[in-house]
Nanobody
Framework: HVQLVESGGGSVRAGGSLTLYCAAS?????MGWFRQAPGKEREGVAA???????MYANSVKGRFTVSKDTAKTTLYLEMNNLRPRDTAIYYC?????????????????????WGQGTQVTVS
């Protein structure tokens, strides 16, 4: 049974920082972070694969950094210069290899396993 447990969410002022954590029972080929704001669709934020390749949504480039600790099977999302529009529930997700199919990075259906989410509120 695959478990993904997010933590680290909270409330911060605009311009502040947070780091999210995803404790995984095991890593998959691709590990990602998605978010969903009220009334909006779930969107991909950042992802990283087994080879260390990473991908970021344009809206977070230069502000967010995704990383992983393989020994601890923990995925991280360091978020800096947070903005009110970053307010959302953030989800950790695990899926197979994206290969050369770049669209898969942020295609929710590519990911087979999801955490319960952690709330991030920026005011």
């Amino acid at each position: 049974h695959v478990q993904l447990v997010e933590s680290g969410g909270g409330s911060v002022r605009a311009g502040g920082s947070l780091t999210l954590y995803c404790a995984a029972s095991r890593f998959f080929a691709c590990m990602g972070w998605f978010r969903q704001a009220p009334g909006k669709e779930r969107e991909g934020v950042a992802a990283i694969d087994t080879d260390g390749r990473s991908m970021y949504a344009n809206s977070v480039k230069g502000r967010f950094t995704v990383s992983k600790d393989t020994a601890k099977t923990t995925l991280y999302l360091e978020m800096n210069n947070l903005r009110p529009r970053d307010t959302a529930i953030y989800y950790c997700a695990a899926g197979g290899s994206v290969g050369d199919n770049s669209y898969r990075w942020f295609w929710a259906r590519h990911y087979d396993h999801w955490g319960q989410g952690t709330q991030v509120t920026v005011s």
